[in-house]
């Protein structure tokens, strides 16, 4: 198959690359861009490890081909740290209420909930289950994450 030329932004870094109209993104960040903070769980759009940000909505990258996203802003669990590598308060807030255990799902979880708490100053509780309902989590039994997400509203300005 002849390749496709994409323009688009990814963590803030303007760029071009060519790319097989059949690539995933998932595939594409992983392998063609090093960014391997995307995990592959199931590869079929249920698991949610591979969730990013595409234009501030989150998405399975397993499901959508990197050249979908020509012309677009994408945002990976990697663009959450500030440049000099201080955590974002929703990492900060993981780390602090113990919202990971072994990380599979932790990238998923982070930018499905980065999504949340910018559309939604002060989720509740149900909010952000509802929020991570498509995201699976074999370890932490999800009451750790929900109590995570609810520090880092705080720490944005919400509750």
Do not use: W
Not at 123 to 151: F, H, K, L, M, W
Request: hydrophobic fraction near 35%; aromatic fraction near 4%.
């Amino acid at each position: 198959m002849t390749p496709v030329e994409i323009h688009f932004t990814i963590n803030g870094a303007r760029m071009t690359r060519s790319v097989s109209p059949r690539l995933t993104l998932a595939d594409f960040l992983r392998h063609d861009l090093d960014l391997k903070g995307t995990h592959l769980g199931c590869e079929h759009g249920v698991c949610g490890a591979c969730t990013v940000l595409v234009e501030g909505a989150s998405v399975r990258s397993c499901l959508m081909l990197a050249a979908q996203i020509d012309g677009f802003e994408v945002r990976t669990v990697e663009g959450l740290a500030s440049a000099d590598g201080t955590l974002s308060p929703l990492q900060s807030a993981f780390h602090d209420n113990h919202g990971l255990q072994c990380g599979f799902c932790t990238p998923g979880m982070l930018m499905t909930l980065t999504e949340l708490l910018a559309e939604t100053q002060s989720p509740s509780e149900d909010e952000i289950r509802d929020a991570i309902s498509g995201n699976i989590c074999r370890c932490t039994g999800y009451q750790s994450i929900v109590e995570a997400a609810q520090d880092a509203a705080t720490r944005l300005g919400g509750k």
